[in-house]
């Protein structure tokens, strides 16, 4: 069994090229992409649904998550395309993000949320009403860039922005010094100034499986599962998360991970169409699973 104490890192590193599916450092005992049939998309998994990952107690695993920028509908649910009108080139684009777009996955763009979720993952032995501890021991970007978005009257402000009702996705590309990493946002549109912000990368969520028979919606919170922010998760690791088995229902699962939240105490940016909800984008993380009563 490796020592997860050898994976652990406080910062995010930037990748010169996008970790695409089982490229790159895996340094988990265990490896789950995020391929079609290995995660959910606008839902929650539920007691009915069958793990896609089984591991051991204290077994370490790497997870690759996925973004739904460039996915939505309202992008034109073509991230090749929708990256490209941002300068990416097509190897620059994650393969799982675009075998996502284009396959038959079951999302009601109505009714489902946007969030694409990795899992579920069973652990072998685990009980319903088991006490779950997931500790992140490292986070690794799988591409230098992410979005910040606003639509549909909703995030933080869903009665005012976006003002214009139109959705508003920015794109925002990574940049590391030695300050660390940091996002880069223009000014307005075609503005030639633009405004750095540090990111500090965190799970968007994790969780167990529903009890129910039916998938919850992939917006929390949910009784089985959590929204990590900026503020409870400040560094890109060692953040230890618990949670409790539901009956019926003990596996787990992890979806898209963000870099900043607009709840910086002093961010160092504004933007005249309104505040973001985060700069999201599709880390690779490394975690262990440990359980008890």
């Keep these: 069994m490796t020592d997860p104490t050898l994976l652990r890192t406080d910062a995010a590193s930037l990748p010169s090229v996008a970790l695409q599916p089982g490229t790159g450092a895996i340094p988990g005992e265990a490896y789950l992409p995020a391929r079609p049939d290995e995660v959910f998309w606008g839902r929650l998994p539920c007691a009915t649904d069958a793990p896609v990952l089984t591991i051991r107690p204290g077994q370490t695993v790497t997870i690759d998550t996925l973004s739904h920028e460039g996915l939505l509908e309202d992008q034109g649910r073509d991230p090749a395309a929708f990256f490209a009108g941002h300068g990416v080139a097509r190897e620059g684009v994650l393969d799982d993000l675009v075998a996502l777009a284009a396959s038959a996955h079951p999302r009601d763009p109505v009714r489902d949320g946007p969030h694409v979720v990795t899992g579920p993952i069973a652990v072998e032995g685990a009980l319903p009403g088991d006490l779950l501890t997931i500790e992140v021991l490292r986070l690794d970007l799988r591409v230098p860039y992410g979005v910040i978005s606003n639509r549909h009257g909703r995030g933080a402000l869903p009665g005012e922005y976006p003002a214009d009702g139109r959705t508003v996705s920015v794109f925002a590309p990574v ?48 009784p089985s599962a959590a929204t990590s922010t900026s503020s409870s998760s400040p560094r890109a690791a060692a953040s230890t998360c618990p ?6 229902s003990p596996t787990s699962a992890t979806r898209t991970s963000h870099r900043a939240t607009g709840r910086s105490p002093s961010p160092p ?4 169409s309104g505040p973001p909800s985060a700069s999201t984008s599709s880390p690779r993380t490394a975690s262990h699973a440990s359980t008890g009563a």
């Design 175 to 222: 940049e590391e010094g030695p300050d660390g990493l940091r996002g880069r946002i223009p000014f307005g549109a075609g503005a030639e100034r633009s405004a750095r912000f540090p990111l500090a990368p965190f799970l968007g969520l994790m969780g167990v499986a529903a009890a129910a028979e039916e998938r919850p919606h992939s917006v929390p919170p949910a």
């Design 243 to 248: 949670f409790r088995f539901p009956e019926r």
């Design 269 to 272: 940016w504004r933007r005249p």
